[in-house]
């Protein structure tokens, strides 16, 4: 089985300018998480949506929004990209059964570089 | 909030050492806990997981047991190997909520 994919794998762009990355879940899995790692660190919590609706936002300005669509894709959208931004965007998926340890499964990123 | 400590890395060992990397968390209720591995240039890998106290999680010669009095989840090997260099971060969730936290990562490198 296919696991998550994202798309594009790099993206180069400057500031000011708006990005939309993309994502597909796992076959099945109706939740999708995304995150932002920026190097050196941890990756951070943005946004998760379950059945196209937001369910959980982590501290991120209104810059960063995201919807999924009902094949449970998911697109994420930075506009006005700072410098700051420059990360590896992750997308995530699970089967939301709603059984404790629910788990994440991690797509390859998006290496997002902002100059 | 909650929260995730791990060992400050680099670590370098060498081949067939034994690893530790140790990680203690902040959180309410009973959260999941997890070790991902992130290798050069991916995303990330689901190591292990536990969901209660003193289950252990185990894969690939890995493990870690989840210890609530002491709210550690340390991950342990035996006998490491040049493929296990990588990135490895700890990591957890509250029942019910959305987000994973984690910790910063402790990179590993084994030498042959």
């Known amino acids: 089985d296919a696991g998550v994919t994202q798309s594009p794998t790099h993206l180069i762009k400057t500031r000011g300018q708006q990005v939309t990355l993309r994502c597909s879940p796992i076959?099945?899995?109706?939740?999708v998480s995304w995150y932002q790692q920026v190097l050196g660190q941890g990756p951070q919590f943005i946004f998760q949506?379950?059945?196209?609706?937001?369910?959980g936002r982590g501290n991120f300005p209104d810059r960063f929004s995201a919807r999924q669509f009902p094949n449970y894709s998911s697109e994420l959208n930075v506009n006005a990209l700072l410098l700051g931004d420059s990360a590896l965007y992750l997308c995530?998926?699970?089967?939301?059964?709603?059984?404790?340890?629910?788990?994440?499964?991690f797509g390859p990123g998006t290496r997002l570089t902002v100059l | 909030g909650d929260s995730v400590t791990q060992m400050e890395g680099p670590v370098t060992l060498s081949e067939e050492a034994f690893l530790t990397i140790n990680c203690t968390y902040t959180?309410?209720?009973?959260?999941?806990l997890f070790w991902y591995v992130q290798y050069p240039g991916e995303g990330l890998q689901l190591l292990l997981k536990?969901?209660?106290?003193?289950d252990k999680g185990s894969n690939k010669g890995f493990e870690a047991t989840y210890r609530k009095e002491t709210t550690s989840f340390h991950l342990e090997k035996g006998s490491v190997q040049v493929s296990d260099s990588a990135v490895y971060f700890c990591?957890?969730?509250?029942?019910?909520?959305?987000?994973?936290?984690f910790g910063q990562g402790t990179r590993l490198t084994i030498n042959p």
């Open positions: 949506y379950y059945e196209k609706e937001e369910r």
């Open positions: 076959s099945g899995h109706k939740s």
């Open positions: 536990a969901t209660k106290a003193d």
């Open positions: 959180a309410t209720g009973y959260p999941s």
């Open positions: 995530a998926s699970s089967p939301d059964t709603g059984q404790a340890g629910d788990t994440q499964y």
């Open positions: 990591a957890l969730i509250r029942r019910g909520a959305q987000k994973l936290v």
